[in-house]
């Protein structure tokens, strides 16, 4: 049974996320836990992290929120959610109060930059759309196996609720793209699964996708018990989870597949993307052996960017 807890926000709401590619940013964390129980989650390795049966539910978010923006010297260009939580969680005193805090910010000309795992609620798709270009959604998803799904992330959305959620934030012009994050080696990242996952991102009408493959650090508890069939976690990672990364986002050390593994995984995932006519990008925080491309769009929330974009 999952419990909610209420507590009173002290300090500011608007934080500069940690990660480096991401500092330009501000970030809204309106819960701490969550109830998808990802078998990967890297919020799990923080101390304040309340457990899997517990959600802290912030319930002054709202409030200080409307006093702190008109105090701001600067108002600020993007606001991403969320670092450290889902934001659509099906808990209605939550989802009501992300819905006012998302109006509010838009309402003030701040961008929204999303990341999902859950069903996204339809009249907050018919909010975004009220705010043409201003609205990002990444809806995560790396496998078209429901069965899959289930087993790394069992309370999340299912398969078909996330095609709908980018069939729905597409029909009505509201920016939206596939974050394949994480891949979890031969797991999910076969030939099969690449050509099913983006055949089905390609009928939705999105035409942009983001991957990274799964990381391990100290602090995460990684999913060594989990098996599909022949399938084991631990048995693969010790096989190809040899690519140490000293300097992750600018600090901190993780453990990522070996190198060429993913190169030749990528390829192929770009190769298959091309084909159907998708662009795909990879996140170098975890890949700067391979690329220097970005998981997250470059050009949006900055409007000479965005206005050259246009002229090129």
């Not at 999952?2 to 996320?17: D, F, N, T, V, W």
């Not at 996708?209 to 084991?232: C, H, N, Q």
């Amino acid at each position: 049974m999952m419990k909610i807890l209420e507590y009173a926000r002290k300090g500011p709401i608007l934080r500069h996320p940690l990660l480096p590619c991401l500092s330009s940013y501000h970030t809204i964390n309106l819960t701490n836990g969550c109830p998808n129980r990802c078998v990967y989650c890297y919020a799990q390795s923080y101390g304040h992290h309340p457990g899997w049966d517990k959600v802290v539910f912030y319930s002054n978010t709202l409030d200080l929120l409307k006093t702190e923006l008109p105090r701001k010297r600067q108002t600020p260009r993007v606001v991403y959610f969320s670092t450290a939580s889902e934001p659509f969680l099906p808990i209605p005193p939550i989802l009501d109060q992300m819905f006012d805090i998302m109006r509010l910010l838009l309402d003030n000309g701040i961008y929204l930059l999303i990341s999902t795992k859950c069903l996204i609620p339809d009249h907050f798709i018919k909010l975004f759309a009220r705010f043409p270009g201003k609205v990002h959604v990444q809806v995560g998803m790396t496998t078209t196996d429901d069965a899959i799904r289930a087993l790394i992330e069992p309370n999340a959305a299912t398969v078909e609720e996330r095609l709908g959620n980018l069939r729905r934030l597409v029909m009505n012009e509201v920016r939206a793209e596939l974050r394949m994050d994480p891949l979890i080696p031969e797991l999910t990242d076969s030939m099969d699964s690449f050509i099913s996952l983006l055949e089905k991102l390609a009928e939705t009408g999105a035409k942009n996708a983001v991957t990274s493959y799964l990381f391990m650090r100290y602090g995460i508890d990684a999913p060594k018990k989990l098996k599909l069939g022949e399938w084991s976690f631990y048995k693969m990672a010790k096989r190809l989870y040899t690519c140490r990364v000293t300097d992750y986002c600018g600090h901190g050390v993780i453990w990522i597949p070996d190198t060429e593994y993913r190169r030749r995984k990528y390829a192929l995932l770009k190769e298959i993307a091309q084909a159907n006519d998708i662009t795909l990008h990879l996140c170098r925080c975890k890949n700067k052996d391979l690329t220097s491309e970005c998981c997250h769009p470059q050009d949006f929330g900055n409007p000479e960017q965005s206005q050259l974009s246009l002229l090129e």
